[in-house]
């Protein structure tokens, strides 16, 4: 029997014909200026760069709140939510605009793309974004994703963008996910510290067990940390798309397409296989509205048959759910596998469970979770 040979991460990063690329507040700007024209001109050269190979590039680009600190004579990230939102009200239209004339520079139309945790969340929003997104591509408009800090709440959180970008690229079918830094890859421990070395692969989640993510100051002006990044490739290599972490001032390297791709960084290569789009929503997108717990032999049925859930196998319920939302499914050590669009009210599943098909009555007789709507999360 022929083996297949290992994926090279790199190399499908450089050859990507849909790539996702994501830029942190820290890399764009500076705590006295505001938006720094250079670091931006130069991301958007290497963008561009890319865009003339043939690639289509999305952006998710931070950097609306901190852009809005120096017009508003803000001396540092403000605290409180309400200031927040209105330093992204000005700082989104500053972005925007100068993103728009740099890119004029290479005769590249942008589209502004804002979202919120919301769109990620509903089902119904999720697909009009997909739409949306493929549709400016489409039109050869290049889509300039952000989160929509000026109405956010939660959104406003550490390491939202990371994932954003992780969600984005699963949207749009990218064949590659560029998370750029203040740092130029993961480290095995404090790169401030002698002695800390590069990780240049990550070939499975098992290679981070060894890693110490530390913080190394960034981030003033940022929110994010190399756990989010982390997290943000896990996410993607598990959906199927390879990963490069590196730095924002090496972004020209990161995007290199020659030979077998970039050299710099830290790239992640797939560690599973592309999931539909519905499926990737319900992993990592869907809000949880309550969890069903079940027996031993339903957890089997469910994880290692791909059988859906029945009633017979629940043996508790909690949470305000109705039927359509999307439920946690706990295993009887406590551990939540899967997750899935529930069948039911929470209010009718107590007379269910436990019971058998046949003793239900015939109206009742259907999948509390169908197979098609369920998805494994962890599979011991």
Do not use: C
């Not at 098992?206 to 190399?226: E, F, K, N, Q």
């Not at 993607?236 to 030979?259: E, K, Q, R």
């Not at 809000?287 to 029945?310: I, M, Q």
Request: charged share 20%; no cysteine; aromatic share 2%.
């Amino acid at each position: 029997m022929t083996v297949a040979a290992p994926v090279n991460a790199r190399a499908q990063l450089g050859a990507a014909r849909r790539v996702v690329v994501k830029v942190g507040s820290s890399s764009l700007t500076s705590l006295t200026g505001g938006l720094d024209p250079q670091r931006l001109d130069a991301l958007v050269d290497a963008l561009a760069a890319r865009r003339a190979t043939g690639s289509q590039v999305v952006l998710v680009s931070s950097g609306a709140i901190a852009a809005g600190l120096a017009p508003l004579g803000l001396a540092r990230r403000p605290r409180d939510l309400a200031t927040q939102q209105a330093a992204a009200a000005v700082g989104q239209l500053q972005l925007a605009q100068t993103y728009g004339a740099s890119f004029a520079r290479h005769g590249q139309l942008i589209g502004q793309v804002l979202l919120t945790a919301d769109d990620m969340i509903r089902r119904a929003h999720y697909r009009n974004a997909q739409r949306t997104l493929e549709r400016l591509l489409g039109l050869d408009v290049l889509p300039v994703v952000n989160e929509n800090d000026t109405v956010a709440t939660d959104e406003i959180r550490v390491g939202d963008n990371d994932r954003l970008a992780a969600l984005v690229a699963h949207i749009v079918g990218a064949d590659g996910l560029v998370l750029l830094s203040d740092v130029d890859g993961l480290y095995d421990g404090d790169p401030r510290r002698p002695g800390s070395r590069l990780v240049a692969e990550v070939e499975e989640p098992a290679d981070l067990a060894a890693v110490t993510i530390a913080r190394p100051g960034a981030a003033a002006l940022g929110t994010g940390g190399m756990a989010t990044k982390i997290t943000a490739a896990a996410m993607a290599s598990a959906a199927g798309i390879p990963v490069l972490l590196a730095a924002a001032a090496d972004v020209a390297a990161a995007l290199d397409t020659a030979g077998d791709g970039p050299k710099i960084g830290t790239a992640f290569r797939p560690s599973g296989r592309r999931m539909s789009a519905r499926k990737f929503w319900l992993r990592h997108a869907a809000d949880v509205h309550g969890r069903l717990d079940l027996d031993r032999g339903a957890t089997t049925a469910v994880l290692h048959r791909r059988r859906s859930l029945l009633a017979a196998g629940i043996r508790g319920v909690s949470g305000d759910f109705v039927a359509g939302d999307v439920v946690d499914l706990v295993d009887p050590d406590g551990t939540v596998v899967a997750r899935g669009v529930v069948g039911f009210d929470a209010t009718e599943l107590p007379e269910l469970i436990g019971r058998s098909s046949h003793e239900l009555p015939a109206a009742q007789r259907r999948e509390v979770v169908h197979a098609d709507d369920l998805v494994p999360v962890h599979i011991p």
